[in-house]
């Protein structure tokens, strides 16, 4: 059961993090969330990254775009990392994107055999 | 689209391009007069009425990127095919309200799907926009409020990954409980 008191404890650890956290660019990731996306896939996309970037504990946020143009490719996904190339995904799977956050946010490695663009 | 829920996560998208601060979706089953009525009504900066005129064109979009827009006219299509109907209501002054009137019954109609991924996704893309969602089945109201939520948790914004899961699971559980 979501209670109110666990999420004032995620309240709690998030500010504790925040105070920790020095001020930098954060990793951004960008999911297309347009018609197209939203057709084939993307708020699954959105979900799963989401799920893991908490779940690994990861200092980033995920964030909207709408169509991009390459709607053949969609569920995409852009990952910026400060200080990295932005690199696009296509055709994101939910497990796709799980690993995508463990190598390519966690462990800064570009899963080429994915990428489409960078 | 596969669901109700991700052409409403369309709409709020559309909603949120718009610029809206606010934007509420209803969900209103009636068993008795065989109707899934589907709204979402935003704050946002409107149509123009010969916008507003060509809305439901393909061939009409606001972007400069490419020349189609298949949102709405991918939704009519959808309430066309369950004996449906659509209403596009909008003003520069009054913000946009699209509703869609579905028999609920009809064979063809869209399961409504995934909602708690909807929120979540919409919360976690425009943490910044208040969400109401409204479900009414036969009378009873479900309401889910992401001002609420934001209040608990400030000063952490409502896109934390945690607090992102935290409001999936719980309407997951809350509309659980209620249908």
Known sequence: MKTIQELEKI??????????????EKIRVVVGLGTCGIAAGAREIMNALTEEIARQNVDAVVTPTGCIGFCIQEPLIEVHIPGMKKVTYGNVTVDMAKEIVEKHLVGRTILSQWVIHE | MEELAQHILDLLMNSWEAGA?????VVEEDSERDLMIISVTDNGKGMEPELLAKA?????????????GLGLSLLQAMADS?????????????????TIEL????????PLGDIPATISAF?????????KF?????????????????KLIAPVPLNHPK?????????????????
């Open chain 1, 11 to 24: 309240r709690r650890d998030a500010l504790e993090e925040i105070r920790l956290r020095e001020e930098g």
């Open chain 2, 21 to 25: 601060t606010e934007v509420e979706a």
């Open chain 2, 103 to 110: 028999q609920r019954s009809h064979w063809d109609r869209l």
């Open chain 2, 123 to 131: 919360v976690c893309a425009a943490p910044y926009v208040r969400l």
């Open chain 2, 134 to 150: 409204r479900y009414v089945i036969n009378g009873h109201g479900y309401l889910f409020d992401s001002a609420k939520v934001e």
């Open chain 2, 82 to 98: 369950c004996n449906g109907s659509i209403k596009v209501e909008s003003s520069p002054a009054n913000g946009c309200s699209v």
């Open chain 2, 56 to 68: 439901l064109d393909p061939f009409t979009t606001t972007r400069s990127t490419r020349g189609v």
């Open chain 2, 163 to 179: 607090v992102i899961q935290w409001i999936k699971e719980s309407v997951k559980e809350e509309l659980t409980q209620f249908v």
